[in-house]
């Protein structure tokens, strides 16, 4: 799958910073400009210089942390240890979200049948809590936290204790009766401690994995026995319990579609000559992947500013320093593989595979828990599961991943490996990053840990160097081993099929060994721009392509997605400044809206249209005249704003020109940022144009109504009821190719909590109850921000708003903002400006037991 290196195809493709594209609107040829040369790889061969260590816990029997809450609700913590410091982080983030965390921390503990009965949906008959509990006990997250908390380094202990600590003492203060509304009063809201905590971290770190499979795992039965829990007590009444609904279909690394965007701007492009950033990750807007934003502070130890997902106790995920700064993005990175075991033939319960010929038996482990049948009571079910040299043991019905005889005859057992189970470096990984002084630290802590876990990181230093590198998690196989397993061809096909990585299981060759170091790693070091938007490392910075690593990593050669060619583009368009960008410049490129499927195409499908006139084309409705759904297009300014009339319609027709993509040119890897391209010239293209007015009317929405009268956000009440306040959204989707994503999250949000979901139609998102787009996922935590000689300048906007308590009141103001008009407010990073902007302070202590 490597490709030869070819630097030198891509000599004039990227980074503008000659010229700007005055008049060039829609003119989609990424603009001519002669890169500087490949940065060389620095001497990392000398020892680092040692950084002073860390005050760590409190050492004085009282845990103490001033909060200074600034506009929009941002807490910024101050302390003497780190210790005290997540003490201040676990008190603010839960004032802010404590039901979040209560949810995640009672689901990763196995405890969500005990409090909210089998289902979830509650009432659905899918009896998912039951398999989740049971899954989450199988792949051992509770015995790894408990196993492995005594070896943690003293800074993770630390984060742990004081954020479990300060969690508590807001749940003390306020009482479980006055918190948010939707989990006030309910007994699963408890006092949490320092493991499970831990035990949350370790389920976090399997959301990219593992924890896709626990459906997977609680069918996984030898072949002939019986899946289902079975009461401890056979007198247990049982009836209320059904789980002949159970659906099990091929799990999805990524379910929710994690995606984003991230720019780290070096001195070559940056017109202060020093480092600049773009963080711009695309998340749900509800449930458990919700950013929260913060500062933190040890006074002459440690200071940063930025945002962390749920529950990350006291580090910051996406955000600066006084030196550095980073964000991530969602990799094409396989954290976890499977195995396939070969059976041995001579045991009958299929429970024994081979090892380089020779049996291995495989081993169980019982597992029980307590389900809610209502009424006030309860039922303990038990249950077994299997495990092998190469993970634990899975199966999916009406697939390949079976137990027993596959479709080819062969006696196999399918186990999965996930690197990241467990994973005690995450914090001490995020921790290391935060603390470092510049690029070459910030290098070293994925030197030093695994702990990102399923993240692309860039990086970016006040000197204007920037870094990239693939920090995932990702099992470490040998060369060896991946060689054979390419030229396996029965699994390949399965491999392809699945969607993830399916490799032998039959030889401890395939065995993985830990996590694969750094140095098999994609990394990059530049002083133009790193950038990705979720395509592979491969085009990272187009003039230096990445493509000598294992192919766990992801493809190379690839066609890359409308939005990481826009965003290519963009960077090739060049800033304000001779070329070069300003804080502002990147800050208008994140918000602009635009389409690169509109630049690409609408001329010439105006062109077409034009052609056409009044004669019908053949529509799903039968044959139409098109030129209403022209005449829109000729109006619309090519963005996705909310005053765009033909917004709606382009994002209808690019939904339907993406089944069937009708281009001149074909993609060609040798020139990957202009290829595919260039519209067919055929009647079958205002077909598209054509089935996306019906669409539309038959909805009964008018063609040429501004995106901004049906993309909407709107609240859920606490039931999971439409709040009626619908609130105008500007932004793009990734069908039309935006950059600025938002769209519906109609799956899981990791939760227990009903919240509003409306339908979609078939093909589109489009809903017909909602009338238009109803938008819960997208650009969430955002920010852009350089480094000046005064020190670092931000601006950035949580979109979904600090809190999710309808009571608070950073509920919805940040989303209010954003609605007024895509925006985003200052950072504030200076002790002088976060005083002159604190409206509430609180200096919070207590005794450390």
Same mark, same amino acid.
């Given at each position: ?10 000599? =004039?493709?990227?980074?503008? &910073?000659?010229?700007?594209? +005055?008049?060039?609107? $829609?003119? /989609?040829?990424?603009? !001519?400009?002669? #890169? ?98 049971? =899954?989450?006990?199988?792949? &051992?997250?509770?015995?790894? +936290?408990?196993?492995? $908390?005594? /070896?943690?380094?003293? !800074?993770?202990? #630390? ?186 033939p001579e045991d009958e319960t299929g429970t024994t595979y081979l090892v380089d010929g020779e049996p291995v038996e495989m081993t169980t482990k019982t597992h029980q828990i307590q389900v809610n049948v209502g009424g006030g009571q309860s039922i303990t079910l038990q249950k077994t ?465």
């Amino acid at each position: 799958m490597n490709l030869p290196k070819t630097s030198r195809i891509y000599q =004039g493709m990227i980074l503008a &910073g000659a010229v700007a594209l +005055a008049g060039c609107e $829609f003119d /989609n040829e990424v603009p !001519e400009y002669q #890169a500087p040369p490949a940065t060389e790889e620095p001497d990392y061969s000398s020892p680092l210089p040692e950084q002073e260590p860390l005050s760590t816990f409190d050492e004085d029997g009282q845990l103490q942390a001033d909060i200074a809450w600034t506009t929009y609700g941002v807490p910024y913590i101050t302390a003497d240890n780190l210790e005290s410091m997540a003490f201040g982080v676990g008190y603010a983030f839960a004032q802010d979200n404590i039901c979040i965390l209560a949810d995640q921390i009672v689901k990763f503990n196995s405890q969500r049948s005990m409090f909210f009965g089998p289902d979830n949906p509650i009432g659905s008959g899918n009896s998912q809590n039951v398999i989740d509990d049971f =899954g989450f006990l199988a792949l &051992g997250i509770r015995d790894n +936290a408990e196993q492995g $908390f005594a /070896n943690l380094s003293d !800074e993770s202990k #630390a984060l742990l204790q004081g954020y479990a600590a300060g969690y508590n003492r807001y749940l003390n203060d306020t009482g479980v009766a006055n918190i948010d509304p939707q989990c006030a009063g309910q007994p699963f809201v408890r006092e949490i401690t320092p493991i499970d905590m831990l035990t949350y971290a370790q389920g976090v770190a399997l959301l990219p994995g593992a924890s896709n499979f626990t459906g997977a795992v609680f069918v996984a039965a030898p072949p002939g026995q019986d899946y289902t829990p079975q009461p401890v007590m056979p007198a247990q009444e049982t009836a209320s319990l059904d789980f002949s609904k159970v659906s099990v279909h091929m799990p999805e690394p990524n379910p929710t579609e994690m995606g984003s965007n991230g720019w780290a701007i070096g001195r070559d492009l940056s017109a202060t000559g020093q480092g600049m950033l773009l963080a711009n990750p695309h998340f749900p807007h509800t449930g458990n992947q919700r950013f929260w934003q913060f500062g933190i502070e040890i006074p002459g130890e440690l200071k940063v500013a930025g945002g962390s997902l749920s529950g990350m106790p006291g580090v910051v995920n996406i955000g600066f320093n006084e030196n550095v700064a980073w964000t991530h993005t969602f990799s094409t990175a396989n954290r976890f593989v499977v195995h396939q075991l070969e059976l041995d033939p001579e045991d009958e319960t299929g429970t024994t595979y081979l090892v380089d010929g020779e049996p291995v038996e495989m081993t169980t482990k019982t597992h029980q828990i307590q389900v809610n049948v209502g009424g006030g009571q309860s039922i303990t079910l038990q249950k077994t599961s299997y495990h092998s040299d190469f993970g634990t043991i899975i199966k999916v019905p009406n697939s390949p991943l079976t137990w027993g005889v596959d479709d080819f005859g062969k006696d196999v057992a399918y186990a999965i490996y996930d690197a990241n189970l467990p994973n005690y470096e995450i914090l001490d990984h995020w921790l290391a990053m935060n603390r470092s002084r510049n690029i070459e630290e910030y290098r070293q802590s994925f030197i030093d840990y695994t702990g990102t876990v399923f993240n692309n990181a860039m990086s970016v230093d006040d000197d204007g160097d920037a870094f990239f590198t693939d920090g995932s998690s990702v099992p470490n196989i040998s060369e060896e081993a991946l060689a054979a397993w390419q030229q396996n061809t029965l699994l390949q096909g399965i491999s392809q099929s699945a969607g993830f990585p399916v490799m032998p299981g039959n030889s401890a060759l395939f065995k993985a060994d830990g996590k694969m170091p750094f140095s098999r790693a994609p990394s990059l070091l530049r002083t133009d721009f790193v950038q990705n938007s979720n395509d592979s490392f491969w085009l990272t910075n187009p003039e230096q392509p990445i493509d000598d690593v294992a192919p766990l990593w992801g493809p190379v050669g690839n066609e890359q997605s409308w939005r990481s060619r826009l965003g290519q583009k963009m960077l090739a368009e060049g800033g304000s400044a001779d070329g070069k960008f300003t804080r502002e410049d990147i800050a208008e490129k994140l918000l602009s809206n635009r389409s690169y499927l509109a630049e690409a195409v609408l001329d010439d499908l105006l062109s077409l249209c034009s052609r056409q006139g009044e004669q019908p084309v053949a529509t799903v409705a039968g044959n139409q005249s098109i030129k209403p759904a022209c005449d829109t297009l000729a109006q619309w300014d090519g963005t996705m704003n909310k005053d765009s009339v033909g917004a709606m319609l382009f994002r209808e027709f690019a939904t339907e020109f993406n089944r069937d993509p009708k281009w001149q040119v074909d993609f060609d890897p040798t020139d990957p940022l202009n290829t595919p391209r260039d519209l067919v010239n055929n009647v079958s293209v205002l077909t598209d144009l054509g089935n996306a007015m019906v669409r539309i009317q038959s909805l009964g929405l008018d063609i040429d109504a501004p995106l901004g009268e049906v993309q909407f956000v709107e609240r859920a009440l606490p039931d999971g009821q439409p709040s009626g306040q619908r609130l105008p959204w500007g932004g793009a989707n990734n069908i039309e190719g935006g950059f600025n994503v938002f769209r519906a999250n109609t799956g899981s949000d990791g939760t227990i909590y009903p919240r509003l979901i409306y339908p979609q139609v078939d093909g589109s998102n489009l809903t017909e109850a909602g009338l238009g787009y109803h938008i819960s996922y997208g650009s969430s935590w955002m920010f852009t921000m350089e480094f000046t000689e005064q020190g670092p300048s931000a601006q950035g906007l949580l979109s979904y708003s600090q809190s999710r308590n309808v009571l608070s009141d950073h509920y919805i103001d940040q989303t209010l903002l954003y609605s007024q008009q895509p925006q985003l407010r200052s950072i504030w990073f200076n002790n002088s400006d976060i005083e002159a902007n604190t409206v509430r302070q609180l200096s919070l202590s207590q005794d450390n037991e």
